[in-house]
Nanobody, 124 residues
Framework: QVQLVESGGGLVQAGGSLRLSCAASGRIFSINTMGWYRQAPGKQRELVADITSGSMTHYANSVKGRFTISRDNAKNTVYLQMNSLKPEDTGVYYC??????????????????WGQGTQVTVSS
């Protein structure tokens, strides 16, 4: 059984920073591309950053230059450093691997394989 536990969210003023962590277990973590997804109120869950097993990173345009994703394979943990936060970054942040199945689950609204996420609220 895969377990994903996200932490590190909170309430922060615009311009502030947060560091999210995701501990994964029950899966061969080191070979997977891992990602951070965000679900803003009333919107579909979206991928905002991902990192390959070789630590190549990709970012959504909305967070590029402000967010940094990293991973520690020895700890089965992925991180998201968020700087210069904006109110539009508000949402629940989830981690999971990046695979076609994840996007099908998003389209169906089927999140049984996902963790509880961590809430990030950015005030203006």
């Amino acid at each position: 059984q895969v377990q994903l536990v996200e932490s590190g969210g909170g309430l922060v003023q615009a311009g502030g920073s947060l560091r999210l962590s995701c501990a994964a277990s029950g899966r061969i973590f080191s070979i997977n591309t891992m990602g951070w997804y965000r679900q803003a109120p009333g919107k579909q869950r979206e991928l905002v950053a991902d990192i390959t097993s070789g630590s190549m990173t990709h970012y959504a345009n909305s967070v590029k230059g402000r967010f940094t994703i990293s991973r520690d394979n020895a700890k089965n943990t992925v991180y998201l450093q968020m700087n210069s936060l904006k109110p539009e970054d508000t949402g629940v942040y989830y981690c999971n691997d990046v695979a076609p199945a994840r996007f099908r689950e998003i389209a169906r609204g089927d999140f049984a394989s996902w963790g509880q996420g961590t809430q990030v609220t950015v005030s203006s």
